[in-house]
């Protein structure tokens, strides 16, 4: 069992209780409370808890539950780390459980999260032998005449026939010609036309992990102007690709990539976006490669840190679309960056 897959609920459906010293105490939703009880031994305690959204039942979680269960273990009185929580849980705690104080505890899950364990990076590997097949039914799929919708339905049958659990986020994406210049995140039922470019990114998620791919592929022949934007894209993810081992920094990536692109002429055309993040248990999660909003760090790469490093460029008034984004899934190791995604790129947008 893992977080419910309801769009905008995982944290009000499910939770755990974490301590130094004891088992961790599993709070599931009532739809999830027998399957943990009655087919999963290796849990010691599961309990019951509402929906975590109308107050009164919040309440009643807070002044009951919750409340016997800190009581029990001596954590009725002091700090409590909370991840995440919705405002009216933070406030029935604050309430009614007066000498329980709530600390941040979601910087310390999101750093535990950096690094994975070898078994989670074999989670994420199948996630991503998933993924790749769910491209390539796109790319396959993609053809004149088509809508946007119809390569991202096919998409997903290859995704649920093979096991994967939801797209890389909810909305499987799929944008043709003029939907990349600038991006558009939902696929539509635009009619993908000859010398349209057509970005992929669907990814998937297995087992809880996730895997995020995109390609960018061409209907028909490209034009000279997209063939240049996607040799400036391709060639920057290399070259930050490169840079992806022990020894350099989230920064040195950025700027490999930065500088390819503008090599090529495209530097003041990269998206508004980060160029990279980390990704496993969260679909995006940090840390971040090119992050340029205030608060931004700089960390350097170790050992079994998994990001998805995806460089977009989009040029206005290119006919068929100009914006491109190619975006793999990289590991971390010891020596040279892992590859694991492997969907081919599209050599008629080689020059």
């Known amino acids: 069992m893992r977080a419910q897959l309801i769009a905008g609920k995982t944290t009000s459906l499910n939770g755990a209780l974490l301590t130094p010293s004891e088992d961790p105490v599993l709070l599931a939703s009532g739809g999830e409370i027998d399957k943990a009880k009655f087919g999963m031994s290796w849990i010691g305690e599961a309990h019951a808890v509402p929906i975590m959204e109308q107050r009164e039942l919040v309440d009643g979680f807070v002044t009951g539950t919750l409340s016997r269960i ?18 009216s849980f933070i406030e029935s705690v604050r309430t009614h459980l007066p000498n329980v104080e709530l600390v941040d505890g979601d910087t310390i899950m999101q750093q535990a999260r950096w690094i994975k364990s070898d078994l989670e990076v074999a989670v994420i590997e199948e996630a991503c032998a998933i993924g790749d097949s769910v491209t390539q039914r796109a790319l396959d799929e993609t053809r004149a005449g088509r809508r946007e919708l119809e390569v991202a ?6 995704l649920f026939q093979l096991g994967g659990e939801m797209a890389h986020v909810i909305t499987p994406f799929v944008a043709s010609g003029e939907h990349m210049s600038p991006p558009h995140r939902l696929a539509t039922d635009k009619i993908i036309r000859n010398q349209d470019l057509c970005f992929i990114d669907i990814g998937a998620m297995w087992n809880g992990y996730f895997a995020d791919i995109g390609r960018t592929t061409v209907v028909g022949k490209p034009s000279k102007t997209q063939q240049k934007i996607y040799t400036a894209v391709y060639e920057g993810l290399m070259a930050g690709i490169d840079t992806m081992r022990p020894g350099f920094t989230n920064q040195d990536c950025a700027d490999a990539i930065i500088n390819k692109i503008g090599e090529h002429g495209f530097e003041d055309h990269l998206f508004s976006l980060f160029i990279g993040h980390g990704i496993g248990m969260g679909a995006n999660e940090p840390p971040y490669i090119g992050e340029t909003l205030e608060g931004t760090t700089t960390y350097d790469f170790q050992p079994n840190m998994v990001f998805a490093v995806e460089p977009l460029v989009w040029v206005p008034d290119v006919r068929g679309g100009g914006g491109v984004r190619i975006e793999d899934m990289v590991l971390i190791t010891d020596g040279d960056p892992h590859l694991l995604s492997r969907v081919e790129y599209e050599d008629r947008l080689l020059i």
Not at 70 to 87: F, H, M, P, T
């Open 70 to 87: 800190l009581r029990e273990r001596g954590l009725d009185s002091g700090k409590l780390g909370v991840d995440q929580a919705n405002i």
């Open 153 to 158: 339905a096919d998409a997903m049958q290859t």
